[in-house]
């Protein structure tokens, strides 16, 4: 990701990042943020997952699997502490 910033008087910074990695914050499978662990997360993840949206990349492995779907599954089910 590449970000720059300028104002009028023509200073600007530019900054480069690699490898940055966003994580959830919270309980891992409220997916969607609203309203704790729900049925709905469990909906959003796999509308995520299968639109192949890398946010539905459970387990942090940089690809979409099936072992996305089951280490969801497994979490969802063992719920938020």
């Known amino acids: 990701i590449s970000v720059q910033l300028s104002n009028p008087g023509s200073t600007f910074i530019r900054t480069q990042f690699d490898n940055i990695k966003l994580e959830r ?5 409220d997916f969607n943020g609203v309203g ?15 639109a192949g ?7 942090d492995s940089m ?12 979490a969802y089910f063992a719920g938020c502490s």
């Open 36 to 50: 704790g662990l729900t049925v709905q997360d469990l909906f959003d993840f796999l509308a995520s997952y299968f």
């Open 53 to 59: 949206e890398f946010g539905a990349d459970f387990n």
């Open 25 to 29: 914050i919270g309980c891992d499978t």
């Open 63 to 74: 690809t979409l699997t099936v072992q996305d779907i089951f280490d969801y599954l497994a």
